[in-house]
């Protein structure tokens, strides 16, 4: 009987690849696998993302010096990674080359195009520099790869920076690959194309969803996405040191995590697999025998353990009547538009009869505008400055442990969920909480 080998999805992010000797551990490591997966989505190399975003911002001034320098950095970090890897003069270099060439003449054409355009024409180039260097490398390395553009198989909408998928094209895209390739499939996360052709992003840190998305389209049975740390834990552990390591936890609670600003997976991510029941594990690329964390159907320790999220550069809105009213549903929803116009969510939201407090992220260049508007609505004030500690599953110590000492501006709680508003002040960099 032949053996069916089972459809894995891999996903790397930049870490994993953001130099030569990273490539090398990436190929040894799928060589080592006993069996090699279907497909792997990429990131962009280390940090290339954000020099992108500079590269643009220059552009944007029109600062040719500095769009300059950003250039040269990406370039000179390209082309060190492939002559490290293939020696001097590769074709690799020539493919990297053009694709630079690619970018600059992008950034020329559509230096006044609407922003969100621009960004999306340029800044997804990163994924595409990295996948080509690391194709050439896996099968010089004697591992058979394709290469594919994921502007041909993720298919969006034109909403620039943050594309809606329009799945039933997408699906067909990648099963007709599919089928016709019996080759390790690697391509580019965070980026699609409109049906136009034109690239589109879908947010950053987006790469988790397109390797979801693929895995859905392909039917795989599992995703693993590959860090530098061993798993999930239960809160930062660069911020909360008494941080645990969680083995398994449910799709339900991860979406809560990630909704409330818990940053190991992109929160889109959980979506897809949800639907097709596929499991999503975490583990390190720097330690492959390390016990990973397991997303899927069931709950585990993490949907009982207490979780700590902290979301810094929080901004407290409060509005209120002007007349000697009270908060009516008409204001309330004036209010909510106002957030969606801006892009921003509540990430709390809280109620008495002449006050309505809201708590955003502090989008600097969204906040006149937001203010503005609601103060169209009513009285309003505002403050920067603030951090919000979300706690799920807080128990019956940790809260008590938390206030001692520390005064809140606004509290909410329900049975599973705890949040509190504090002055960044109060929230010391190392923060170990007695009973965490
Ligand atoms: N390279 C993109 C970013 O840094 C997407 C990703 O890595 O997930 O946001
Ligand atoms: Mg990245």
Not at 364 to 389: D, F, K, M
Request: charged share 25%; proline share 6%; glycine share 6%.
């Amino acid at each position: 009987m032949t053996q069916v080998a089972r459809c894995r999805v891999y996903k790397f992010g930049g870490a994993s690849i953001q130099d030569a000797d990273a490539i090398r551990r990436l190929s040894a490591l799928l060589a080592d696998e006993r069996e090699r997966p279907r497909a792997l989505v990429v990131s962009a190399m280390g940090k290339t993302t954000n020099a992108l975003e500079a590269l643009l911002a220059a552009a944007r001034r029109d600062d040719q010096a500095d769009y300059r320098r950003w250039l040269a950095a990406i370039r000179d970090d390209h082309l060190a990674v492939a002559e490290d890897l293939f020696g001097p003069d590769s074709p690799v270099a020539d493919a990297l080359e053009q694709r630079l060439a690619e970018l600059d003449a992008a950034h020329a054409a559509y230096r006044e195009a609407p922003y969100p355009f621009h960004y999306d024409q340029t800044v997804g180039m990163g994924e595409l520099l990295s996948t080509t260097l690391l194709s050439a490398w896996l099968n010089a390395s004697g591992i058979p790869t394709r290469w594919c553009d994921a502007r041909s198989l993720i298919i969006t909408d034109d909403r620039h920076q943050a594309a809606e998928i329009d799945w039933a094209a997408t699906h067909e895209r990648i099963a007709s690959l599919a089928a016709e390739c019996d080759e390790l499939l690697l391509t580019q996360g965070f980026i699609g194309a409109t049906p136009g052709g034109a690239m589109t992003t879908l947010g950053r840190e987006g790469s988790d969803f397109s390797a979801a998305i693929l895995a859905e389209a392909l039917g795989a049975e599992a995703l693993t996405v590959w860090k530098d740390v061993p798993g999930l834990f239960n809160a930062d552990p660069r911020r909360f040191p008494n941080a645990r390591q969680i083995r398994q936890i449910s799709y339900a609670e991860a979406l809560e995590q990630t909704w409330h600003g818990a940053k190991v997976i992109h929160p889109r991510t959980l979506a897809p697999l949800q639907r097709a029941g596929i499991p999503l594990t975490v583990r390190s690329f720097l330690e492959p025998e390390a016990p990973p964390s397991t997303i899927g159907p069931a709950p585990g320790d993490g949907d009982r353990r207490p979780a700590l999220i902290l979301r810094d550069d929080q901004v407290l809105l409060e509005v209120s009547p002007r007349e000697a009213g009270f908060i009516e549903a008409g204001l309330m929803a004036e209010a909510l538009a106002a957030l969606a116009e801006q892009g921003l969510n509540a990430n709390l939201l809280e109620m008495e009869a002449q006050r309505l407090r809201l708590v955003v992220d502090h989008k600097g260049e969204r906040l006149a505008p937001l203010l503005a508007r609601l103060g169209a609505c009513g009285a309003v004030t505002h403050r920067e400055g603030l951090s919000l500690l979300t706690v799920r599953h807080p128990g019956e110590a940790l809260m008590p442990a938390l206030d001692a000492g520390r005064r809140a501006l606004v509290e909410r709680s329900t049975p599973a969920t705890a949040q509190r508003l504090y002055p960044a002040a109060e929230c010391p960099e190392r923060w170990t909480i007695p009973g965490f």
